[in-house]
């Protein structure tokens, strides 16, 4: 199993500025994940990071906007730039200490909104 | 290209009775399925999971779910339902074979369990 924390928990913040959302996990893993959803809805997937690599981004999600940094194994994260009211929402980190074919794990999540 | 489908957005049952909560799934590969929960305001809890072998497995929490290849579905159940099984659920695929490793979710599935 795996624990996995995330700062901030939530925040508020103005049209245009950016957030930097941190997870931390307790052991060390390949894969990172990172997520958004809205409240009561499924998650979609921002990007995959891995560790020594570019992330691998979704469609519709893009480095400049979401860019991820992956120092080490157990760290990551994800700033939202230039930020505007669509992105207010739920941003949740993830990965998978037993590899790609085992459970996730789930950050508590980052509740942003912008106003 | 892998995808999920829960059926049901909300399940209703009264405690102490049985619960199903359905999914079905289509991969091009192997499937690996997954249960989530996520209580309010909270993250998303692993429950079980279908690798291979028993088509059916037993989770936390006294959920099990049974894997049928024919009818590509993965159905989560309980024998008998408690006020605090009701939250959100997901069920989830990995297709590692095509997919990197990544998850699909399934749009969820609303538990509510009466007293």
């Known amino acids: 199993s795996a624990v996995i924390s995330q700062k901030p928990s939530r925040d508020i913040c103005q049209r245009g500025t950016s957030l930097t959302i941190q997870c931390q996990v307790d052991?060390?893993?390949?894969?990172m994940f990172w997520y958004r959803q809205q409240p009561g809805q499924s998650l979609t997937l921002i990007a995959t990071a891995n560790q020594g690599s570019e992330a691998t981004y979704e469609s519709g999600f893009v480095i400049d906007k979401f860019p991820i940094s992956r120092p080490n194994l157990t760290f990551s994260t994800l700033t939202v730039s230039n930020m505007s009211p669509e992105d207010s929402s739920i941003y949740l980190c993830?990965?998978?200490?037993?590899?790609?074919?085992?459970?996730?794990?789930f950050g508590p999540g980052t509740r942003l909104t912008v106003l | 290209a892998q995808s999920v489908a829960q059926p049901e957005d909300q399940v209703n049952v009264a405690e102490g009775n049985p619960l199903t909560v359905k999914c079905t799934y289509s991969v091009s590969g192997n499937p690996y399925l997954f249960w989530y929960v996520q209580y309010p305001n909270r993250g998303l809890q692993f429950l079980l999971k279908y690798i291979t072998g028993d088509n059916l497995v037993k989770g936390s929490y006294g959920f099990e779910a049974e894997f049928n290849k024919s009818q590509t579905s993965f159905h989560l159940k309980k024998p008998s339902a408690l006020v605090s099984d009701s939250a959100l659920y997901f069920c989830?695929?990995?297709?590692?074979?095509?997919?990197?490793?990544?998850?699909?979710f399934g749009d969820g599935t609303t538990l509510t369990v009466k007293p």
């Open positions: 993830s990965a998978s200490p037993g590899g790609s074919y085992n459970e996730q794990f």
């Open positions: 052991s060390q893993v390949t894969m």
């Open positions: 989830a695929v990995r297709d590692i074979g095509t997919n990197a490793g990544k998850s699909t």
